[in-house]
C-alpha cells in the first residue's frame, strides 16, 4: 500500500484545521463555507474545499438543520473517522 502523499498547508498568513490524533493538515480556515451545523458527536463545519482526507460511503442522515446527504471522512494519516462531510448534487 505505501505511504500516502499528504498536502501540506503551508502559507503562514493563514490559520488551517488540522487532525486532532494524527496533525495532517484538512483545510484552510478561509474554506470554511458555515459553521451552522451539528453532527453526532457536536458541533459540525461545511468547507468548501478540504484536503488529506478519505471520504466514506455516503449516506442519509436527519441533522438538526434536516435531512442531508453526508460521508464520513478520516484523515488520510489517521485511521479512526475524524467527523462527517456533506455531499452536493447525486
Do not use: W
Not at 488540522?18 to 495532517?24: E, G, L, V
Not at 471520504?55 to 442522515?61: A, C, K
Amino acid at each position: 500500500m505505501g505511504r500516502p502523499f499528504l498536502v501540506f498547508l503551508d502559507d503562514s498568513s493563514t490559520p488551517f484545521y488540522a487532525c486532532r490524533a494524527c496533525h495532517t493538515h484538512l483545510a484552510k480556515s478561509d474554506a470554511v463555507f458555515s459553521k451552522a451545523f451539528q453532527g453526532r458527536l457536536g458541533p459540525a463545519y461545511l468547507f468548501d474545499h478540504v484536503c488529506n482526507v478519505e471520504v466514506g460511503p455516503s449516506e442519509e442522515r436527519d441533522l438538526s438543520t434536516g435531512l442531508h446527504v453526508v460521508a464520513d471522512i478520516s484523515a488520510r494519516g489517521a485511521m479512526p473517522s475524524s467527523g462527517g462531510i456533506r455531499t452536493f448534487g447525486g
